[in-house]
């Protein structure tokens, strides 16, 4: 984990989909869903 809190791998080349914990996924497409929806 870098200084930032992020890991070191965040914004590079190494930053790929098998890095990213699914959890943190999950709610940001929710997040994003409930936007849309609550939109239209």
Same mark, same amino acid.
């Given at each position: 984990?870098? *200084?930032?809190? $992020?890991?070191? $791998?965040?914004?590079? %080349?190494?930053? %790929?989909? *098998?890095?990213?914990? !699914?959890? %943190? @996924? !999950?709610?940001?497409?929710? %997040?994003? @869903?409930?936007?849309?929806?609550?939109?239209?």
């Amino acid at each position: 984990e870098g *200084e930032d809190g $992020f890991g070191s $791998f965040w914004h590079t %080349t190494n930053d %790929t989909m *098998e890095v990213i914990d !699914k959890s %943190t @996924l !999950k709610a940001v497409g929710q %997040t994003v @869903l409930a936007v849309i929806y609550s939109e239209f």
